[in-house]
């Protein structure tokens, strides 16, 4: 018997060895941000005006806290009990196209959701749509152009699944909006997953932009959070600020 247990003894340990590496395998993934709001301005000046002297935004800078994903999903009504694996963590102000996040040795899997948090203070770029050499800077509040920028309120983190964009609350999970999908995605040993997080229209169903009238309350030409006005106009079609787009890079 004693020769019959050191075989089982060594073929468990073998495949206890095997199951071992297939846990620790892991994968690399990019996240990628990019701007699509800065579309030909020969096609913007051809738009008919849907308000009083428009301005149409052409960048944005934000400070992104934090990126994080999860093999869970986030669903309407679900607490926040996922395992999140973190991304890339940032403090500095930037163009949204200056953000690359990479993260390297991510457990392999499919992944269903998408964690980020925002400082709440950034700023909105802008031209005029009848002049565009005549440009707009202002600094914005992420819980509304209202409220003071000089407020370091807390701004409620963004989770991204297929079911759209959500925030958390008291009752779990809620979508604030449906169209702002990601998909599941893999990570692959030996394969590059890029993820494209793109600032844009892309989601829609019109390419025509979202426009605004600035009202400077104050009349000192600069736009003040808390005094001047904001007045947004959307397209019918435009449903989302933010898409999604996954590729895979093989080795060669």
Request: glycine share 6%; with cysteine; net charge negative.
């Amino acid at each position: 018997m004693e020769p019959v247990r050191k075989q089982f003894i060594y073929a468990f340990s073998i495949l206890f060895l095997m199951s071992c590496d297939k846990d620790e395998q892991t994968a690399s993934l990019i996240v990628d941000c990019v701007n699509q709001m800065d579309l030909p301005k020969s096609v913007m000046l051809s738009l008919e005006p849907a308000v009083d002297n428009p301005w149409i935004t052409d960048n944005m800078k934000f400070t992104i806290l934090d990126i994080a994903v999860s093999q869970g999903l986030v669903e309407e009504g679900n607490p926040d009990d996922l395992t999140w694996y973190n991304v890339g963590v940032n403090n500095q102000l930037k163009f949204w196209n200056e953000y690359t996040f990479f993260a390297e040795k991510l457990p392999v899997g499919t992944y269903r959701s998408l964690r980020v948090n925002f400082r709440n203070v950034w700023y909105r770029y802008a031209y005029l749509q009848s002049d565009p050499s005549v440009r707009f800077e202002g600094m914005e509040n992420m819980l509304g152009w209202f409220r003071s920028c000089s407020e370091e309120a807390p701004v409620p983190t963004n989770y991204f699944s297929s079911g759209g964009n959500h925030q958390l609350g008291d009752q779990g999970f809620f979508v604030v909006n449906e169209h702002e999908k990601i998909d599941l995605f893999s990570l692959e040993e030996g394969v590059l997953t890029r993820l494209y997080w793109i600032l844009g229209q892309e989601g829609s169903d019109t390419l025509d932009p979202c426009t605004f009238t600035w009202y400077d309350e104050n009349n000192n030409g600069v736009c003040d959070c808390d005094q001047d006005r904001l007045d947004f106009y959307c397209p019918p079609g435009w449903h989302s600020m933010f898409d999604f787009r996954v590729e895979y890079e093989e080795p060669e």
